[in-house]
């Protein structure tokens, strides 16, 4: 039964919000370690449990070939989650939190990566969607920990979120996204991390300019990592994907060159700018643990 | 008294709606008739007299040399007002506006259209806070109008909030804030206009280089008007200015140049860029009204 208000409800929360703080604690501590894998890994049994207790609720897609559904009951609904990438089995979970802690990623494929990332991710969003009212900024928060110690794991940096900036007797520190520094001489990545794009992207190739601009064009490559850009009518049951890839495409053109963006649920729209002029690479997020190293060449 | 669940709240707040709906009716039909600033007018006096009957509630000011009060009353309190460009006598007000319905700003000057535009601008945004609670969207919105119909009776030009852009086969439309264009030949106007920056200013001059880069750099303008960097500590009644030079100087310096930025109240750091590089040249509002002629030459 779901009832938030049920003792249940209130026990699931408290652990949540406890096995969440646990996690802002290690993330300020250490991005990389293997501790924050083993909560990110407690994190996804606990929401599990908690889902597994939700009904779900078909909904309508208009998203071509993508079927969806919330987890919820009655009026109460998580975010839109895809069907076919959404994993049921925990196995799959299980090897690719393994991959992460030993980083060794030769025994799982980049669709399965890609599937456990968005159940993962999409499960924690869910649960807060059915907690809590219009909290938008911890389903955000949790998404770009989450994918910060991916990388951070993967590429063994620890990620800063400021740079030095000196410029003529002028010294400023410029807040960034997660930016990964694998030491001098060698290609940086500036890492935005957002659950959903929509308007406020251009904010990603804005904050790339500015990279380009002080440390040089081509010092930073610029990787996008998005969630979905689902969006419910919560009356009406129905799914749409919002995307703008006119205006994508004059951001890549005349702000600044993303190198890649990479989704875990990506939207057919933007995964065909890959043959656009200008070509902007979306690719599924599992790709990235097998072309990182090219990348970085 | 202040009772938002009395009658006489209820009827205030019907009429506020109703006068904000024939505003909106208005600015889709057309943006420079005067029919929009008699509205404008109406909705001050509306809102002058439901402030009137709220309680002033002064704050401490940790901003030098400003002093600051909300209208409210115990715990619900409108955003911070500048005690010192807030109009209590409304003939300042009256005459403003028959500028504007006359086009001729010979007979005020640029320090008391500030005052003017300030006490419309803040008063209609502190009824909101007042009548409404975490609406930013209405107050955004009527600033917007407000800001857009001022500039178009000044330049005598119905801006535009979409541009066509055509690119070696690529047909798109850019949704933009106003643009003003006085025809061929003749430099054109960008003007976003924001209650408040923050991080999201980067966005300004983001759609500034998207401008440049299709158009051509210096082909358009770009100039933003803000209402005030305010921010309220509501529980211990303190005001503070959120204020980022350092990150502003990096985007002029790199991404695009804005012209001008014009505040209702400005903010002290960022009239300081005036004297910095790259200069920002920021104005109290009321300058729009006799320099624009020569910024379009």
């Known amino acids: 039964m779901f009832r938030i208000k049920s003792m249940e409800g209130v026990l699931m929360k408290n652990a949540l919000l406890k096995l969440y703080n646990s996690l802002k604690k290690q993330v300020n501590r250490n991005l990389i370690s293997t501790t924050l894998s083993d909560i990110i890994s407690d994190i996804y049994f606990d929401n599990r449990k908690f889902l597994n207790g939700m009904e779900k609720i078909p909904l309508k897609s208009n998203v071509a070939e993508k079927k969806y559904f919330s987890f919820g009951k009655e009026k109460k609904l998580s975010r839109p989650i895809n069907l076919n990438i959404y994993l049921e089995d925990e196995k799959t979970i299980v090897d690719f939190i393994n991959a992460v802690k030993t980083n060794d990623y030769s025994k799982i494929n980049a669709e399965n ?67 990964f520094d694998p030491g001098s001489d060698k290609t940086k990545i500036h890492l935005p991390v957002k659950t959903s794009t929509r308007e406020r992207v251009i904010q990603v190739w804005a904050h790339q300019r500015v990279l380009d601009g002080v440390y040089g064009v081509g010092r930073f490559r610029g990787i996008l990592v998005g969630l979905s850009e689902t969006k419910l ?16 495409r004059l951001y890549q053109m005349f702000i600044a060159q993303l190198s890649r963006v990479y989704y875990l649920d990506p939207p057919k729209t933007y995964s065909q700018l890959n043959n656009a002029f200008p070509k902007i690479t979306v690719l599924p997020f599992g790709n990235f643990f097998f072309e990182i190293e090219d990348l970085l060449d």
Not at 117 to 135: E, M, N, P, W
Not at 233 to 248: A, G, M, N, Y
Request: charged share 25%; proline share 5%; net charge positive.
């Open 113 to 179: 990566i890609t599937k456990a990332c968005y159940t993962i991710a999409i499960g924690f969003c869910s649960v807060i969607d059915l907690l809590k009212t219009g909290d938008q900024k911890t389903p955000g928060t949790f998404f770009e920990y989450f994918i910060g110690h991916l990388f951070a794991r993967k590429l063994n940096i620890s990620p800063k979120k400021k740079l030095e900036v000196l410029n003529l007797g002028m010294r400023a520190t410029l807040p960034t996204d997660f930016v």
């Open 233 to 248: 009518d919560s009356k009406r049951h129905i799914v749409t994907e919002i995307c703008l890839p006119d205006q994508w």
